[in-house]
Structure formats: C-alpha cells, structure tokens
C-alpha cells in the first residue's frame, strides 16, 4: 500500500531490531524515552542528535 508504519509500545532493544529488520518507518515507547516535561523534550532531541539518532519530531510524527 505504501503507507509509513508506526509500531507502538516498544520496550526493548530486542523488540527495536526486530521492527528494524522488518522495515518499520517509525517507533515510540519506553525503550526510547519514559513520558517527559514538554521543557525537556529540547534537551532530549539534541543530546539524539549528537550521538547520531534520527528521531522524527515533525508536528504530525508528535502528535500521534
């Protein structure tokens, strides 16, 4: 179909490379970072960039 795929709920490195090696667009869950104060989302998207993340923080990626 050509549609993105969201996986949610991923707890676990295990779990990460799984999707990944199923080709999985995009991923949220505790593995990647517990809920947070919105002021500290900022502090969490540099310190990903840094060490070479991609993480996708477009206003609709933040939203779902």
Do not use: W
Request: aromatic share 4%.
């Amino acid at each position: 179909l050509g549609l993105p795929v969201i996986a949610e709920g991923i707890e676990s490195a295990h779990q990460a490379r799984r999707l990944v090696s199923l080709e999985c667009d995009y991923g949220q869950g505790y593995h990647f970072a517990r809920p947070m104060a919105p002021e500290n989302v900022v502090t969490l998207l540099k310190r990903s960039a840094e060490a070479g993340l991609r993480i996708d923080a477009t206003p609709a990626a933040v939203m779902s």
